[in-house]
């Protein structure tokens, strides 16, 4: 395999695997925020507060990974 296809293998595999993290991770999120909602209603609106922003903090995670590997797959600084 030559450095050009590892690298492509590598940008798969940081997109893929972030992409399956972050969706993971905010499906767990967003279960636990139901059910602790429906144990303690009074507390639903500052615990969405919470988990809407720890839904941007996953999401910007992610996209930090896919810029990355943007990065690599069009300046990839191993070819040449």
Do not use: H
């Amino acid at each position: 395999m030559t450095n050009v296809a590892l690298v492509a293998l590598a940008c798969g595999l940081i997109v893929g695997l972030g992409a399956f993290g972050a969706s993971v991770g905010i499906g767990m999120m967003g279960g636990k925020f139901l059910e602790a909602s429906a144990r303690q209603p009074e507390l639903m609106n500052s615990l969405q507060t919470k988990m809407f922003l720890l839904v941007g903090l996953i999401d910007a995670a992610f996209l930090i990974g896919v810029g990355i590997a943007m990065m690599f797959a069009f300046a990839n600084p191993f070819v040449g």
